[in-house]
Structure formats: structure tokens, C-alpha cells
């Protein structure tokens, strides 16, 4: 076999045949993107978010793809509630094999006027909820010798960003959290990585006014917002069996604003 065959294979249509995949935040815009994304490689797919409604939806699409798929409606900042959902999935599938941390929020705000449940709530989604997460998760990992952790950063934590100052530190400490665990799981054949969006077509950001998003283009290399799609086929990626020798990364998907 050629390595270009090799390469094909590793990335093909059924390359995550008969593994599961819990994709947070997975109701909708970019999580909604990855779990079709992975759905489409062969994975069965779980949809948690706290939109009940819209992660039905989106499992019934993984399911037209001739998958299996649940959704749950869970609160990720409540342990007991993140736990309960991992066992029952492990109930079901027997399985965990990729675990996507995408659920996130943003209550914006200069520092001298953030209101402490500003702060507060966005660190509790964003970064306690993918520590709830990823904890629950990693011991079937370390029992099945093999899994990939990926969670979604995003460059404000590596640039910062005016007004997002709770955002930025939420997203910085994904990135040092994915790397110390990456460290702990290596050598039990789990792999942790990151992927930091820039700035994204989504609803938070189709809100923004219109000068602000031109401003927003013209820092970008490329002059464009990426889509959701973009961040998808990054994870996709990192999910597949080609990335099998890449941990503890974070991988910037943003038009080429930090470089």
C-alpha cells in the first residue's frame, strides 16, 4: 500500500466506524457541524446540550446518516449530572472513544464594569464544564487503552481580547488544561488536543454590528470569518486515525490571525 493510499484510508468515510463520539454543545452552529463531521466518518453519535429540542434534532440527522445516535439535555457545570450522563452513555454504547469539549458561552464585558456572574458563568461552561467532562470520560478511556479528548479553545485565549476578559481566561486555561492532561493520558494511548477558532460564523457572532465584523475581516489574513465547517474538519482531523501520533497541540483555525 502507498503512503498516499495509507493517508486516504486514515481519513475515509468509515474510519470511525463502530466508535462513539459526545460531542458538548452539540445541538447547534460548530458542535452541530462537528458531530455531523465525525457521524459522516462512521462514529455514532451523543448530542449533549441544554437545548433538549434542538440536540434531538441533531441526533435525528446522525441517525438519517444511518448512525446511532442519543442527545441529552445536561448542565455542564453540574458534576453529578455530567457523570450520570457518561454512565448511561457507557450503559448504552459499551464505549466512549472521542470526547469534543465545544460547549461555551459569553457574557462580555470591560473588567472595570464585569459583574461577578459574568465572570463567574463563563468559566463555569466553558472551562469547569470540559474538566467535568473530560474527568468523567477518562477512566473508560484508560480501560480501553485508546481515546481522543478535543476540546475547543479559541485564540481570544491566546491573544486576549478586549471585553472578554473572562472569556479569554476560560479559554487560556483549556489550553493549559489540554496540555497537562495530554501529558497524564499519553502513555495510556489517549490523546488530548485543542482547537482554537478565530472568529467564526455563528450566532454570537452574526450579532455583532456590521463595522465591528469589518474590522474583524480586515485582521484576517484570508478576509474572511471562517464557518463552522472550518473548525469541523479540524476536529474531524485530530478524531481520525491520522492524528494518532499528535497530543497535547492546539491547533489555530483562524484565517491565519496568529501566526
Known amino acids: 500500500m502507498s503512503d498516499q493510499q495509507s493517508s486516504q484510508e486514515l481519513m475515509s468515510s468509515d474510519c470511525l ?7 458538548t454543545g452539540g445541538a447547534q452552529n460548530i458542535g452541530k457541524a462537528i458531530a455531523l463531521s465525525l457521524a459522516r466518518m462512521g462514529a455514532d453519535g451523543v ?14 440527522e446522525i441517525r438519517d446518516l444511518g448512525r446511532k445516535a442519543i442527545s441529552f439535555r445536561t448542565n455542564v457545570t453540574d458534576g453529578g449530572e455530567v457523570s450520570e450522563c457518561i454512565e448511561k452513555v457507557v450503559e448504552k454504547f459499551g464505549r466512549v472513544d472521542i470526547l469534543v469539549n465545544n460547549a461555551g458561552i459569553t457574557r462580555d464585558n470591560l473588567l472595570l464594569r464585569m459583574k461577578d456572574d459574568e465572570w463567574e458563568s463563563v468559566l463555569d461552561v466553558n472551562l469547569k464544564g470540559t474538566y467535568y467532562f473530560t474527568k468523567a ?10 481515546g481522543r479528548i478535543i476540546n475547543i479553545a479559541s485564540i ?20 493549559g488544561f489540554s496540555k497537562s492532561v495530554a501529558k497524564e493520558l499519553a502513555s495510556r494511548g489517549v490523546t488530548v488536543n485543542a482547537v482554537a477558532p478565530g472568529f467564526i460564523e455563528t450566532a454570537m457572532t452574526r450579532v455583532l454590528p456590521e463595522e465591528v465584523r469589518k474590522e474583524f475581516q480586515s485582521a484576517i489574513p484570508l478576509k ?26 492546539v491547533i489555530h483555525v483562524d484565517g491565519g490571525m496568529v501566526m
Open 17 to 23: 466506524s463502530g466508535q462513539v463520539a459526545i460531542v
Open 47 to 60: 448530542i449533549v446540550d441544554v437545548d433538549a429540542e434542538k440536540a434531538e434534532e441533531t441526533a435525528g
Open 137 to 146: 470520560v477518562v477512566r473508560p478511556m484508560i480501560k480501553a487503552r485508546r
Open 156 to 175: 481570544v485565549g491566546v491573544m486576549g481580547n478586549a471585553g472578554q476578559s473572562n472569556y479569554a481566561a476560560s479559554k487560556a486555561g483549556i489550553i
Open 224 to 249: 474572511r470569518l471562517g464557518v463552522s465547517q472550518d473548525v469541523a474538519n479540524a476536529v474531524a482531523f485530530l478524531a481520525s486515525p491520522a492524528a494518532g501520533y499528535i497530543t497535547g497541540q
